[in-house]
């Protein structure tokens, strides 16, 4: 029986490169396969305005903005959603009630009006941004019924200046 030396003579073993390259290779296919590409969410294509302009515009008379009003408790939370003239109130539907008024205002969605149409929202300054994202949401549209495609209402969104701070005390 023959034993290997272990002198100067003892071969140097060396991984294999070409199974770990497979092994790499086969990873890399793996999660690529299982990646699941999700639509981004909160797509809104707000603009928001560079300058202040007060005068009205000829638009503005054809397509007044949709007035929103959001309130809020002392604690940040919603107290009440107005539309214009019309209070909505702050129960647990009240985004998709302000939702089917945004609907009742354009008729019907994808309307070619609605296109120079626009949302402003005014909110108190301690409202909790999370009320705000909803009020958006609502009137820029809704998901269909198989919730795979967004039915826009309204693309033009602008806000007005805070109602309130921390120097409205003073």
């Known amino acids: 029986?023959?034993?290997?030396?272990?002198?100067?003579?003892?071969?140097?073993?060396?991984?294999?490169?070409?199974?770990?390259?497979?092994?790499?290779?086969?990873?890399?296919?793996?999660?690529?396969?299982?990646?699941?590409?999700?639509?981004?969410?909160?797509?809104?294509?707000?603009?928001?305005?560079?300058?202040?302009?007060?005068?009205?515009?000829?638009?503005?008379?054809?397509?007044?903005?949709?007035?929103?009003?959001?309130?809020?408790?002392?604690?940040?939370?919603?107290?009440?959603?107005?539309?214009?003239?019309?209070?909505?109130?702050?129960?647990?539907?009240?985004?998709?009630?302000?939702?089917n008024e945004i609907l009742k205002i354009i008729g019907r969605p994808g309307n070619p009006i609605t296109k120079d149409m626009e949302v402003e929202i005014e909110a108190d300054y301690n409202l909790h941004y999370e009320y705000t994202l909803k009020a958006v949401s609502a009137c820029t549209g809704r998901l269909d019924p198989s919730g795979k495609h967004i039915i826009r209402y309204i693309e033009k969104i602008k806000f007005a200046p805070p109602v309130g701070g921390p120097t409205a005390g003073s």
Not at 17 to 28: N, R, T
Not at 36 to 61: S, Y
């Open 1 to 99: 029986m023959k034993l290997r030396s272990s002198g100067r003579d003892a071969e140097k073993i060396e991984p294999q490169m070409a199974p770990m390259i497979d092994v790499v290779f086969q990873l890399l296919i793996f999660f690529m396969l299982t990646l699941n590409i999700v639509e981004p969410e909160g797509d809104f294509n707000v603009n928001m305005p560079i300058t202040d302009n007060l005068a009205p515009t000829e638009k503005d008379d054809i397509f007044p903005s949709i007035k929103v009003r959001l309130t809020a408790n002392e604690d940040g939370s919603l107290n009440t959603i107005r539309l214009g003239q019309v209070n909505l109130g702050n129960g647990p539907n009240v985004f998709s009630g302000l939702n």
